[in-house]
């Protein structure tokens, strides 16, 4: 590129003004920013040295066209992004570096504090939700949920045993998705990730909207219910006391998990070991007060009118309701690789004890609240349980907030696992690859506010409530147990391992009792909401197959082939569109002039008076640039110049159109609204146009 | 600009993608658009001269560098704009040629249609905005109002002789706006401006609401009361069925406007002179039957009790409410040059007809009103009198209708002022310029959508309440008025023109009686939201002047002197950031090779070894080319990116840095949430760094 110097009528001498650029060509640019402190002396003034100065403390140099950036680097900011990056700061911390990355191994202790507060707390829902499908047949017919729990103990017992098997064969990692993509093919791959991802998001709602109720229940236990339905009716209907509370537990866990919480277990030990102890308690107390005839209810028990008998459908429905205790029985085999080792022995040890304490639990309030006759109220059930055992006393008050801290934390298991399924769907190029990308805490961090937002969602949706939001929750659970007891079934058949037809004979009696979970699950609760789940899978695997398309085809498009190599350069001529000729406009036409040796300026004119004024001012000050002005008599400014730059285009279909747009930056933000939108506009209508590129020259207005 | 073949390791070859541009350099640029058929033979194919042919028909050249766009020509858009495009014709209608502007004169019957609405139609409310304060002192109380609409009609009588004298006097319009600024100075015109402004606003919103309970009220009265109470009952508080009706009022007005049928009168003539002949039936129906001793009142009158005795508090108080009949005496004198020749002359008979005929009918009505001791109810006062008078039947509905549809009207008056004034003002650049260029009905549609859209916004606040919104109305009215009057005694002073000594007097009178029921009606309205007006005038006037400020400052730092002028080229280097080494990233390299001599290419790096098959590649496809990798340890992109190009700049403060950034426009819209926003996001960081240029070198996706 020769910057000749163009023949110009007019007077013209190099500018002082700060917009101007008399060109300076006799400093050559330094890319490494090496700039040795000899060079000082040749310099125009210190003040340049001291900038590369301090360049070079920001950029270290490693090698050549090789740096490194300081981390603290900020570039200068306006008051909001500044603001934004202190409550940043505050509220996620510091920025980490790549290399901090660090995968703590777990003791048995911790894991099943982390793996397993999902599993073990999902006994204190699990019995009442049962519970509920029962009171259409009346008080008596309650008691059925007993025998219903010991059938569920049984089922987790197989459950477990067969994710014991998987723990054995996937030492890194066996989550749903894995083995059934390895074992099974693609599609039932994406069949489990599709289960798994609502699965982790129902695990969430449904956690928080339990933990909220075992809050709003000790209130009430305290007396302070009146409390509770005054808030409540001065709230909208959409937003009570239990969805509000919700609201500000799944804003805790998700700013926690940007933070990077993830693995530090040692938080998450204290609330799940004061559970399992208090339950443990509340167990052992309790049937003690029942051999020795001292268990009361202390709650009021409603007269129940049967309104149909004890169905088999009835049966079958509390089945599928109390069947949801056994969800988070999967999340060790996810997790093997964060154990100490021996890593599978360790896991399946742990998967061990979470599965017999999580039985243990289900079976023992179950018997408790059929023993009193106990029926769901404003209060849970785990709530009238306890104030029978313990007393509405201390013990109860501590025991349910250990229950509320627990649930709250099983939420955290899932925000464990979905941002760590899609961060692995998103490299498969099956989700956004956003979803792949770590944020400021090494988190994953689009997986975290995902979870969080559509989870609020649902919860305000479903206005909070465990009830409703149980009948989505189970199908996703049994499906991806399916789909993973089938594909270890397959993978035992093919690996042929030593042991193998035990542990193939282990998980198909998991995959025939799930799938009969699974059906039993759907057909039940297909009406209450169930529907939804079973229509939402297909679709979220109908998006994931066109997300996978999309990058396909982007990769496709983009990877280089010798006969597919863009030319070296370009052919390329310039197109500056003014609205009048100023100092800004003539910037434009100079840069314009620098980059092409073809430039047109144009002007859309709505005025012929004012049009020949800008011809005048175009003869004196630019009068070496072919200058054309195009009239619109309809007013249009965008359309006439789309128009006309298709119409040059077409007489040299391979150039470049370079448009040189001069574009305002005002000096306040507000000051924006004070002029028209033309650049932003024209550069949306450009858009579509091949081989069209649009640079904006910024003039900034100083005041 | 010499497009030299960089010597280039790896094998390249023309492509035949898409998206490679092999340089053609035989065709030279035709920018006028004038190919000859006799090039035909030289050109490539057919389709290229059949295109060249379609533009010459789509642009008309006139001369060298002169072009008229044909009218309906119009880019090539996507389903969305197709869809807009159609929508907006059925709507708004053809767009029309800026020639087509024309200014139809009007008779005095049309005039009086137009610009008497506005005053004609107050007297539908002012009647019963006048008792409704009386209320507070009993049925007793409500005879005053007939004493006050007396008042008023004699000030009504001053104010209407007065502003004939300044039709008279600015025969090319008279607004407030243009007498206080040419006679009393920049900042009284200002005043009045933000008095109109907020008056016109409020015409239409409180004409609207009257208009609206124009139609509930007959509903009312024909026994429909249930369906509106019932409607209201289902609805949220904020959006009763007033509201409701009122919206769909501003929404036809507005699209109407938009259409441009502000100066087709014939449409606005029927409803007016409906009103017209209705009320004064209304009148002499009423007074007969009163002399008859027939006039009974057909409505419940409530028993009221009195809480205050009859003050003089209160009577001013009433009669502040009912001065809101005068708002509108001042349309006249704005629109002078649209009448007939001789237009003063003509305009001052109708300004007087009008005068009169909304003296009459409010002295009228409140006449009736007060003899059958009416009180506000739930149907309008205008609608209890009618009843009486005419009885439940058709004559009734027909007057309810047409008082409906003149109180509609009414506010168009305010749809043709409020654009006008707030052209006026953009273009004395008071206000965004966005309010003085013409849409495509050549209406001024900024104006015409601001005002739909904050009278919207008030009726949804008030609840649509006439009662509500007339405590703001006023103030602005009042103030106007003063300083017009102000101004015009200022005038006859100055040009001493023959007559001068009566016109001074008489507008000296209508002055000091405006100015003392400003004060009435501030004082007495103030804590009833008048306090809003007196706040919102000095901030309106102050956002007035920062406009001015700012465009005061851009015209100056725009302005081109010999000194400032920017030199003819510049000094300038490209930097292309990548993310990869692909055929994007490619291309944009070629493009900045095309543009300048100097080019870095540069890559933030988060994984080093990502960065060094990245560095591989660059050797292989444009070994040329400086390739600089940038670590970034906490994963940032933009901000060390931002810092190295200020790093870069510090070098050569004077060149400009362009920024080559590859585009992927996705084939599908939703397709771009599947990229990541890099691009526009460093372009918003750039945005604050002068000299920076930003190219986007679009790769428009196929699939």
């Known amino acids: 590129m020769t910057q000749e110097s163009t023949p110009q009528p007019g007077k013209r001498e190099g500018g002082k003004e700060q917009n101007s650029l008399p060109p300076k060509k006799d400093t050559k640019l330094n890319p490494d920013l090496n700039v040795?402190?000899?060079?000082?002396?040749?310099?125009?003034?210190?003040?340049?040295?001291?900038?590369?100065?301090?360049?070079?403390?920001?950029?270290?140099?490693?090698?050549?066209g090789h740096l490194v950036a300081a981390p603290g680097l900020q570039a200068s900011k306006g008051m909001f992004g500044r603001s934004y990056r202190v409550l940043k700061r505050v509220v996620i911390g510091r920025p980490l570096f790549t290399t901090e990355e660090v995968h703590q191994r777990l003791t048995k202790v911790k894991a099943l504090a982390i793996?397993?507060?999902?599993?073990?707390?999902?006994?204190?829902?699990?019995?009442?939700?049962?519970?509920?499908?029962?009171?259409?047949?009346?008080?008596?017919?309650?008691?059925a949920t007993f025998f219903i729990a010991v059938a569920i103990a049984v089922l987790l017992s197989v459950i477990a045993f067969s994710y014991r098997q998987t723990v054995y064969?996937?030492?890194?990692?066996?989550?749903?998705?894995?083995?059934?993509?390895?074992?099974?093919?693609?599609?039932?791959?994406?069949?489990?990730?599709?289960?798994?991802?609502?699965?982790?998001?129902?695990?969430?709602?449904?956690?928080?909207?339990?933990?909220?109720?075992?809050?709003?229940?000790?209130?009430?236990?305290?007396?302070?219910g009146h409390l509770i339905t005054n808030m409540n009716a001065s709230l909208p209907s959409f937003f009570n006391v239990?969805?509000?509370?919700?609201?500000?537990?799944?804003?805790?866990?998700?700013?926690?998990?940007?933070?990077?919480?993830?693995?530090?277990?040692?938080?998450?030990?204290?609330?799940?070991?004061?559970?399992?102890?208090?339950?443990?308690?509340?167990?052992?107390?309790?049937?003690?007060?029942?051999?020795?005839?001292?268990?009361?209810?202390?709650?009021?028990?409603?007269?129940?009118?049967?309104?149909?008998?004890l169905t088999l459908w009835l049966v079958l429905r509390s089945f599928s309701a109390g069947a949801v205790a056994m969800s988070g029985t999967e999340a060790i085999s996810n997790g093997v690789p964060v154990f100490r080792p021996p890593e599978s022995k360790n896991a399946a040890t742990t998967l061990t004890v979470m599965a017999a304490l999580l039985g243990i639990f289900f079976l023992g309030l179950s018997f408790l609240s059929t023993r009193m006759g106990l029926a769901p109220g404003n209060q849970t059930i785990i709530s009238q349980v306890a104030l029978a055992v313990f007393g509405n006393n201390g013990f109860y008050f501590a025991f349910q907030i250990a229950t509320m801290a627990v649930l709250v934390i099983a939420a955290n298991t899932a925000y464990a696992d979905f941002p760590r399924l899609s961060s692995v769907m998103a490299r498969d190029n099956f989700m956004p690859h956003t979803?792949?990308?770590?944020?400021?805490?090494?988190?994953?961090?689009?997986?975290?506010?995902?979870?969080?937002?559509?989870?609020?969602?649902?919860l305000i949706i479903f206005?909070?409530?465990?009830?409703?939001?149980?009948?989505?929750?189970?199908?996703?659970?049994?499906?991806?147990?399916?789909?993973?007891?089938?594909?270890?079934?397959?993978?035992?058949?093919?690996?042929?391992?030593?042991?193998?037809?035990?542990?193939?004979?282990?998980?198909?009696?998991?995959?025939?009792?799930?799938?009969?979970?699974?059906?039993?699950?759907?057909?039940?609760?297909?009406?209450?909401?169930?529907?939804?789940?079973?229509?939402?899978?297909?679709?979220?695997?109908?998006?994931?197959?066109?997300?996978?398309r999309h990058y396909t085809a982007v990769a496709d498009q983009l990877r280089l082939t010798p006969e597919h190599l863009p030319p070296l350069t370009v052919d390329q001529f310039a197109l500056v569109p003014i609205d009048d000729v100023n100092s800004a406009s003539l910037r434009a036409m100079s840069f314009a002039r620098t980059i092409s040796k073809e430039v047109v300026v144009i002007h859309i004119s709505t005025s012929a008076e004012r049009a020949?004024?800008?011809?005048?001012?175009?003869?004196?000050?630019?009068?070496?640039?072919?200058?054309?002005?195009?009239?619109?008599?309809?007013?249009?400014?965008?359309?006439?110049?789309?128009?006309?730059?298709?119409?040059?285009?077409?007489?040299?279909?391979?150039?470049?159109?370079?448009?040189?747009?001069?574009?305002?930056?005002?000096?306040?933000?507000?000051?924006?609204?004070?002029?028209?939108?033309?650049?932003?506009?024209?550069?949306?209508?450009?858009?579509?146009?091949?081989n069209v590129a649009v640079v904006s020259v910024p003039y900034h207005l100083e005041k």
Chains 1, 2 share one sequence.
């Open 36 to 64: 040795s402190e000899s060079k000082k002396g040749k310099l125009p003034g210190d003040s340049y040295v001291r900038v590369g100065q301090r360049y070079k403390r920001l950029f270290q140099r490693v090698d050549s």
């Open 115 to 143: 793996f397993g507060s999902d599993a073990i707390s999902s006994s204190a829902y699990a019995t009442e939700a049962s519970l509920v499908v029962l009171v259409a047949a009346g008080n008596m017919a309650l008691n």
């Open 169 to 224: 064969a996937y030492p890194h990692g066996g989550g749903s998705y894995n083995v059934a993509r390895q074992n099974l093919g693609r599609a039932f791959g994406l069949i489990a990730a599709a289960a798994l991802l609502i699965d982790y998001i129902m695990t969430v709602a449904v956690s928080i909207a339990a933990g909220s109720a075992a809050v709003t229940s000790a209130l009430i236990a305290a007396g302070h």
């Open 242 to 309: 239990n969805v509000i509370l919700s609201l500000i537990f799944i804003g805790l866990i998700t700013i926690g998990n940007l933070r990077g919480i993830r693995e530090s277990g040692s938080i998450f030990s204290v609330p799940t070991y004061l559970f399992i102890f208090g339950f443990s308690a509340l167990i052992i107390i309790g049937l003690v007060k029942y051999l020795t005839g001292n268990l009361h209810a202390v709650t009021p028990i409603p007269q129940l009118i049967p309104t149909q008998p």
């Open 435 to 458: 979803f792949a990308s770590r944020g400021d805490r090494l988190a994953f961090s689009s997986g975290i506010l995902f979870l969080g937002g559509i989870s609020a969602l649902l």
């Open 463 to 548: 206005r909070g409530s465990v009830d409703s939001l149980i009948h989505l929750y189970a199908v996703g659970v049994f499906l991806a147990f399916t789909l993973s007891n089938s594909g270890m079934v397959v993978h035992w058949w093919r690996t042929r391992e030593k042991g193998w037809k035990s542990s193939l004979i282990i998980n198909a009696i998991g995959a025939v009792l799930t799938v009969i979970i699974l059906i039993i699950v759907v057909v039940t609760k297909f009406m209450l909401g169930a529907w939804i789940i079973i229509v939402l899978i297909p679709l979220l695997i109908g998006l994931f197959l066109t997300i996978h």
């Open 612 to 690: 020949e004024r800008i011809k005048k001012k175009m003869e004196t000050y630019a009068g070496d640039l072919k200058f054309v002005i195009v009239e619109s008599p309809l007013r249009a400014l965008i359309q006439p110049l789309a128009v006309y730059i298709d119409a040059l285009h077409e007489q040299r279909p391979n150039a470049f159109v370079t448009i040189v747009l001069p574009e305002f930056i005002t000096a306040h933000w507000w000051e924006r609204f004070l002029h028209s939108r033309t650049a932003e506009n024209l550069l949306q209508a450009l858009k579509k146009h091949t």
